[in-house]
C-alpha cells in the first residue's frame, strides 16, 4: 500500500479520537490543553491495545508548535 494512501485512511480515526479525547474533556469542564488531550487520550484507550492511530494522535499533540 502507498505511505500516502495508508495515513489518508488512517486520518479519520486519528481524527476520531482527538474529536472525542475534546468532547470528553468539554463535558468534565477540564482543562483544554495539549497535555490535557495526551492525558484523557491514555486513560481511554489504556484498555485496548493501543493501535497506530491512537500513537499517531498522541505523537501529533505532543510535535512542538507555534506558540501564539
Same mark, same amino acid.
Given at each position: 500500500?502507498?505511505?500516502?494512501?495508508?495515513?489518508?485512511?488512517?486520518?479519520?480515526?486519528?481524527?476520531? @479520537?482527538?474529536?472525542?479525547?475534546?468532547?470528553?474533556?468539554?463535558?468534565?469542564?477540564?482543562?483544554?490543553?495539549? %497535555? $490535557?488531550?495526551?492525558? @484523557?487520550?491514555?486513560?481511554?484507550?489504556? %484498555?485496548?491495545?493501543?493501535?497506530? $492511530?491512537? %500513537?499517531?494522535?498522541?505523537?501529533?499533540?505532543?510535535?512542538?508548535?507555534?506558540?501564539?
Amino acid at each position: 500500500m502507498d505511505g500516502d494512501k495508508f495515513f489518508e485512511k488512517l486520518t479519520p480515526e486519528v481524527v476520531h @479520537i482527538l474529536g472525542t479525547a475534546l468532547m470528553q474533556l468539554l463535558v468534565d469542564q477540564a482543562e483544554l490543553s495539549r %497535555e $490535557a488531550l495526551v492525558e @484523557i487520550i491514555q486513560v481511554m484507550y489504556q %484498555e485496548n491495545d493501543t493501535d497506530l $492511530a491512537v %500513537e499517531v494522535a498522541i505523537d501529533v499533540l505532543r510535535l512542538p508548535g507555534e506558540q501564539v
